[in-house]
């Protein structure tokens, strides 16, 4: 049985390159397994259909149930994040960059997380410690990854082994302009002419357990927070909405990656709980976070202190 290497549920580009990378990386050291994704190819965020097309990916195919499979994780370890039934899965490795989860095995298996900004960035070093063979088109789809997943080195979750991968897989794909690349990605990334705004929430999404309370956390990152300026009220009536559907807090970020910061979108039962997470004070929809960045890094685990997790 050929092994289903998948990334998170609402893919990004990291998950996405990373099930292409490492489903090769199997391959070439002698496991049969096949790149995987938990949406169709369509549905793919335009980021990662910019980046596939940009280096000829295909597109990983689709899984929604994991019953019966072997299957490899890649870019989370979280069973909110993974296909159905995870649980009869059998899963046979994990590679990773963020929090350890809560999936369990029965047997040991092959598990690889590294504190660095980008599964690209573990994967990498995996492919040189083993020398195997990079090709050209999955390499590209790491640099982008690790450009995304960083935000072009701003985010506080890059650290010099990303940026020494970035270099290494810019002399692998002959990329020279790098900035060019990532405000490429950054254009796709951003666009919302025509995406309803519930869409745009759940374009990057993520749902938490929170001592025992559901919290799902957006993010959109923007040039300019002017880009979602008329659409702001639609944007945060979609919150409400996504809140409504059984949730304590639903946070979405509007990220602005030029000025550093962002506008965060709250509708919650509790938003003392939220302010009190990032010493602000929501006024209307919102409040503005200088410095943040990362959900991973930043959001996420003042959350869990404010909500005593
Ligand atoms: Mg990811
Ligand atoms: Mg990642
Ligand atoms: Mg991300």
Not at 9 to 23: H, L, Q
Not at 160 to 177: P, W
Not at 281 to 298: A, C, L, P, T
Request: glycine share 8%; charged share 25%; net charge negative.
């Amino acid at each position: 049985m050929s092994v289903c290497v998948v990334g998170h549920s609402n893919p990004d580009t990291d998950s996405v390159t990373s099930a292409i990378a490492f489903a090769n990386f199997l391959k070439a050291t002698g496991t049969d397994a096949k790149a995987c994704m938990q949406i169709s190819a369509e549905n793919l965020n335009p980021e990662s259909k910019v980046v596939l097309e940009k280096f000829g990916l295909a597109a990983p195919e689709e899984i929604t149930d994991a019953a019966g499979k072997d299957v490899a994780l890649v870019d989370f370890s979280d069973i909110a994040q993974a296909p159905a039934n995870i649980g009869d899965a059998n899963i046979v490795a994990v590679v990773d960059h963020h929090k350890i989860g809560d999936v369990v095995t029965s047997s040991p298996i092959f598990f690889y997380a590294k504190p660095v900004g980008c599964t690209g960035t573990v994967l990498l070093e995996m492919y040189k410690s083993n020398n195997v063979d990079l090709p050209k088109d999955i390499a590209g789809g790491m640099l982008c990854a690790i450009l995304s997943d960083t935000v072009n080195f701003k985010s506080p979750t890059c650290t010099d082994a990303d940026k020494a991968a970035v270099a290494e897989l810019l002399q692998i794909t002959g990329v020279t302009d790098q900035d060019a690349l990532f405000m490429e990605m950054l254009k796709a990334k951003s666009s919302v002419a025509g995406v309803p705004a519930k869409d745009l929430i759940f374009r990057d999404y993520k749902d938490f357990d929170m001592n025992g309370k559901k919290v799902g956390i957006g993010q959109i990152e923007l040039a300019s927070l002017d880009q979602v300026a008329d659409i702001r009220d639609a944007l945060f009536n979609a919150v409400g909405e996504v809140k409504a559907e059984g949730r304590h807090s639903v946070l979405f970020m509007l990220t602005d990656v030029v000025k550093e910061g962002t506008d965060l979108m709250v509708v919650s039962d509790e938003p003392a709980i939220i302010e009190g997470a990032f010493s602000g004070k929501i006024e209307g929809q919102s409040m503005w976070v200088d410095g943040m960045m990362s959900r991973k890094k930043q959001v996420v685990p003042s959350l869990q202190d404010a909500f005593g997790a």
